[in-house]
């Protein structure tokens, strides 16, 4: 396979599992993945972009597949929403190597960040609260997915060897 079709099917599988996942989530537990205080599971996929570069478009692919397909969405949602994932997703793949004892906290944090910024500003033009408060609630959402499953993710693609051989890292 080229590297052209590996990075194309890479992004794709990345965008699918990630809707799909948001979208079990949101089945399972209703809410949990929307709304001001919401915890996606499916964020911890983006350390998948400190593995390949592929996860970058993949991640927004699917946080937009997701927003669009999700009945309760709104539509500044598709663009805000996708385009924090997107910031968060390159940010991570740009401080890959920036770690502290092997630990990259500097893009794990990129998530909170961005999300926090666009979809806080997002969340107060639709349901109020106050800018700074829903950027603190996506922020802690945003950083307790990816420092605690994203961390076990993380480390179960490095020690295992993993990432090498699903991404040819």
């Known amino acids: 396979m080229n590297k ?7 992004a794709a599988v990345i965008a699918a599992l990630y809707a799909v996942l948001t979208h079990l989530q949101n ?3 209703p809410g949990s993945a929307t709304w001001m205080i919401q915890m996606r599971l499916s964020e911890a996929l983006c350390v998948l972009a400190f593995f390949t570069p592929a ?3 993949g991640l927004a692919l699917g946080c937009l597949v997701f927003n669009i397909t999700f009945a309760a969405a709104l539509p500044l949602d598709f663009l805000i929403g996708s385009l924090a994932t997107l910031l968060a997703a390159q940010g991570m793949w740009m401080t ?3 770690c502290v004892k092997g630990y990259p906290l500097a893009g794990m944090l990129m998530p ?8 806080g500003w997002e969340l107060a033009v639709y349901i109020g609260g106050g ?3 829903n950027a603190l609630y996506v922020a802690i959402g945003e ?5 605690v499953p994203g961390s076990v993710l993380y480390f179960a693609l490095k020690k295992r060897h993993l990432a090498g051989k699903l991404f040819n890292a």
């Open 143 to 147: 950083a307790a997915v990816l420092l």
């Open 131 to 133: 800018f700074w408060l």
């Open 112 to 119: 909170a960040l961005s999300n926090a910024v666009l979809v």
């Open 96 to 98: 890959r190597n920036l």
């Open 55 to 57: 996860a970058v478009p």
């Open 4 to 10: 052209r079709t590996r990075y194309i099917v890479q």
């Open 27 to 29: 089945l399972i537990l």
